[in-house]
């Protein structure tokens, strides 16, 4: 398959659910997906579907997604006008962190999400999808900045929202990062090098669609 062969991200997203080698899905009740790109290219993922996302196939849609609602308001946006993902589409066993080889089975499914969206920012939610992008990196240093991906779509790092709910502390960092994304999609704030890059992966996300 190629990508130009998927006409719509139901049709990525049926493909994936079926052509994937995730072990996750031996243990969820469904994948976990959005079906309608965002019409301001706005694309927030996280790190695994829980238990509220397993019941629906839908993502955020639990105490985490309310927070992020709450968030994006304050902002003047809505869930309607961005699209949100997982690095995993399936929940793992009692929540826990996704494992490597599970990420990884998911890589190309998500490369394809992401370069049918063709993102004109992606927010980075948490460890696990901050490594996805910048591997180097560390959410506690750099959120709340944006930095250029290797691909030349800007990834802005930002706290997961489950974080702020087991620590509240953290509330206030999320909300002060959440003006900051919204400083630099108004243009106040320009992207930063991401010296960690690794210049051997620019067509990191096109090479990859190709093991399609």
């Not at 079906?35 to 629906?56: C, H, M, R, Y």
């Not at 994006?72 to 494992?99: A, F, H, M, Q, W």
Request: glycine content about 6%; hydrophobic content about 35%; aromatic content about 10%.
């Amino acid at each position: 398959m190629k990508l130009e062969d998927f006409k719509s991200l139901k049709e990525i997203h049926e493909y994936f659910a079926l052509h994937n080698s995730c072990k996750l899905k031996k243990y969820a009740t469904q994948p976990v997906y959005e079906l309608t790109p965002p019409k301001s290219g706005i694309i927030f993922i996280g790190e695994a579907p829980g238990v509220n996302e397993d019941k629906q196939g839908k993502p955020f849609v639990g105490a985490a997604g309310k927070l992020l609602d709450e968030m994006l308001r304050s902002i003047g946006y809505t869930r309607e006008d961005v699209y949100v993902t997982n690095v995993v589409k399936y929940r793992p066993p009692e929540n826990r962190e996704p494992l490597p080889d599970e990420k990884e089975s998911c890589r190309v499914w998500v490369n394809a999400e992401l370069l049918f969206i063709k993102p004109k920012i992606i927010v980075a939610l948490g460890r696990h999808a901050l490594e996805r992008f910048l591997p180097q990196e560390h959410i506690s240093i750099i959120h709340g900045q944006v930095f250029i991906h290797s691909s030349g779509v800007p990834v802005f790092a930002m706290y997961h929202p489950a974080a702020a709910l087991y620590n509240p502390n953290l509330k206030k960092t999320l909300q002060e990062d959440f003006y900051k994304l919204k400083d630099f999609l108004d243009g106040k704030i320009q992207p930063l090098e991401n010296e960690n890059s690794n210049q051997k992966e620019k067509q990191v996300l096109i090479d990859e669609i190709l093991k399609l």
